[in-house]
């Protein structure tokens, strides 16, 4: 465990010279909204990186200011929550949110309206949520996300794990987390083995990164305990600008994550969260950067770009399109350096129905 306590205060962030005595003020308003947390572990990687690292965590006072098109609940959990804690938007699967508690908080953070206030599930609400998926054969994949369940301690999260592997149509657990990057030293054998379980269901972990100064020695070594326990690792990231939305810092960011066995899943346009509009690029510049690195880096390193569309209505692909319909059922296909080639309908007569 970490010596040196997480700040969560205004007050705190002055104490360790990460703002000064003006910015406290405007840092303690923005506090009373929407929490504060930063550890030693990002409190050190914005003394040696700078902007990337501290806008992602340090308060802004634009964050009281509300755009019309911002949404408190901006992917629509409560649209599709059967169940407190459960949302049920897609047949195949359903997330589980067991606390609501953070290693940081991410100014840009989706679930701002309720990530580091609301309370943790009871177990009864535990128990309702496990009782829901057992009835429902169709959920084949559990997500625990939150919150981070990595926050949990791991007799906590084994117990929860224990009463997912007893359900037999459900096949795959995926936790979505940001402890190894951002509280390392919490990755503890212990944890591993908790997401590991019997071994009855097959575990993958979803890293949320979005610079690669954040992938430190320390973080590298905690994703490692997970890979070496032969747990799949994922990569999620959000664009975000003044962090990593320009090709450079991009690209730097998928190669260190592939580096660290971590595969890249998702790259999320930003979700409409209050107060985030300082994050916000245009979508056009979201597609010329996934253009960009087609044309620049390993097939390894593309993610997916993503957009969880406003008011509950699932992802979508915001994939910049290669391929357009042309005359006579011809096909006209761009490659990644920009040049445009032709592919030709079947052969007509000659394919099996
Ligand atoms: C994002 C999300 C998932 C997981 O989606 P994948 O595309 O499988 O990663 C599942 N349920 C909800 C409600 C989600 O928002
Ligand atoms: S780690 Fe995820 S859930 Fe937690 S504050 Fe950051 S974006 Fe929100």
């Keep these: 465990m970490n010596a040196k306590p997480a700040l969560i205060s205004a007050q705190a962030l002055v104490g360790a010279g990460l703002i000064d005595a003006e910015a406290a003020k405007q840092a303690e308003s923005v506090g009373r909204h929407y929490a504060i947390r930063v550890t030693p572990a990002m409190a050190a990687l914005i003394d040696s990186y700078g902007e990337p690292i501290k806008k992602q965590f340090l308060p802004d006072i634009s964050e009281l200011t509300q755009m019309p098109e911002e949404l408190s609940d901006p992917i629509g959990d409560d649209a599709h929550s059967p169940t407190p804690g459960l949302v049920h938007r897609y047949p195949d699967r359903v ?25 943790a599930m009871k177990p009864t609400e ?22 981070d369940p990595l926050m949990l301690k791991p007799p906590s999260l084994a117990r929860i794990i224990k009463q997912l592997e007893v ?52 973080a590298v070594k905690a994703a490692a305990l997970f890979a070496d326990a032969g747990i799949p690792l994922l990569g999620q990231s959000v664009l ?15 190669r260190a994550l592939v ?49 969880d569309v406003p008011g509950g209505y699932g992802k979508s692909p915001l994939t910049p399109s290669y391929v357009q319909a042309s005359e006579k059922g011809n096909w006209v296909i761009s490659d990644p350096f920009g040049q445009e080639h032709r592919y030709p309908p079947p052969v007509a007569g000659l394919v099996d129905d």
């Excluded at 829901?132 to 939150?146: D, K, M, R, S």
């Excluded at 940001?178 to 972990?205: F, N, Q």
């Design 240 to 254: 975000l600008a003044g962090v990593n939305a320009e090709i450079g810092p991009l690209e730097d960011l998928m």
């Design 167 to 218: 359900i037999s149509h459900v096949k795959i657990l995926r936790i979505h987390t940001r402890v190894p990057i951002a509280d390392p030293d919490r990755v503890s054998p212990e944890l591993v083995a908790a997401v590991k379980g019997t071994g009855r269901l097959s575990s993958y972990v979803a890293i949320h990164c979005n610079h690669a100064s954040e992938l430190t020695e320390a």
């Design 95 to 119: 997330l589980l949110k067991p606390i609501s508690v953070c290693p940081v908080y991410c100014r840009y953070c989706f679930r701002r309206e309720t990530v580091g206030s609301a309370p």
């Design 259 to 307: 580096a660290s066995r971590i595969r890249p899943y998702y790259l999320h346009h930003l979700d409409l969260a209050p107060g985030t509009a300082r994050f916000r690029v245009d979508i056009s510049v979201g597609q010329e950067l996934m253009k960009a690195l087609r044309g620049r880096v390993s097939g390894l390193c593309q993610p997916t770009y993503v957009l």
């Design 126 to 147: 535990i128990s309702d949520a496990v009782a829901y998926i057992a009835n429902h054969p169709e959920i084949w994949e559990v997500v625990l996300t939150g919150g």
